[in-house]
């Protein structure tokens, strides 16, 4: 069972365009953090959000944890190919260490 | 500083035969975490060690896979009697107790691909 839907699941777009990707959930987690992972490679932590409501920035990407904990998103601004890659959003539940991954978005931004 | 190192990062084996995969964790971390990840999937659990402990098993370890971290430092993962449903990628990933949200960064991952 899937804990974390993301959407969209493609997306293609062309540099300079903006764009937000959703990671939602029915559970609560006590954590949710974001990774992009290229082919071939292990995922890379972007950032970590804890709190209701927070929001991040990281240069061009913009991180929001929900209110309740439950859901996240992230937008990025004027988008670049080397943004290209998948976007994957895991949350931890106050149960167990393990993350629970999203099936990820799959970024494309065309020069 | 170096990150978390897997090997091999290729791996072709037949159907039947035993593989081992080998982690080593950033230096301080006390965590290690295996992971497996099929094509238009992101990444599930399979287990979870603190030092040498194995703390937590996923339902999707079958009898067939076995993990052990002897010295609460490197760690291997072994599949026998390989199936083809078992080719995927292999992740592992460490985290320290110290840290304020138990971040958990990955290695570069091994392809397993079962003929």
């Known amino acids: 069972t899937q804990l974390l839907e993301q959407s969209p699941q493609f997306l293609s777009i062309q540099e300079g365009e903006n764009l937000t990707v959703y990671c939602n959930s029915s559970?609560?987690?006590?954590?949710l953090q974001w990774y992009r992972q290229e082919p071939g490679e292990g995922p890379v932590l972007l950032v970590t959000?804890?709190?209701?409501?927070e929001v991040k920035k990281l240069k061009r990407l913009t991180f929001q944890f929900g209110d309740a904990r439950k859901d996240s998103s992230l937008h990025i601004t004027a988008a670049q190919p080397g943004d290209t890659g998948l976007y994957l959003c895991?949350?931890?539940?106050?149960?167990?260490?393990?993350?629970?991954f999203g099936k990820g978005t799959s970024l494309l931004v065309t020069p | 500083d170096t990150g978390v190192s897997q090997d091999p990062r290729h791996k072709i084996t037949k159907r039947g035969q035993n593989v081992t995969f080998r982690c080593d964790p950033i230096?301080?971390?006390?965590?290690l975490y295996w992971y497996r990840q099929t094509l238009g999937q992101g990444p599930e659990f399979l287990t979870y060690f603190q030092n040498e402990a194995q703390l937590e098993k996923s339902r999707l370890l079958s009898d067939r896979f076995s993990a052990e971290r002897p010295k609460g430092s490197f760690s291997t993962l072994e599949i026998q009697r390989t199936e083809q449903g078992d080719s995927a990628m292999y992740l592992c990933?460490?985290?320290?107790?110290?840290?304020?949200?138990?971040?958990?960064?990955f290695g570069p991952g091994t392809r397993l691909t079962v003929l």
């Open positions: 895991a949350g931890q539940t106050t149960s167990g260490y393990a993350l629970n």
């Open positions: 990933a460490s985290s320290s107790t110290g840290a304020s949200y138990n971040e958990q960064f």
């Open positions: 959000v804890v709190t209701g409501g």
């Open positions: 230096s301080e971390h006390n965590r």
């Open positions: 559970s609560v987690f006590s954590s």
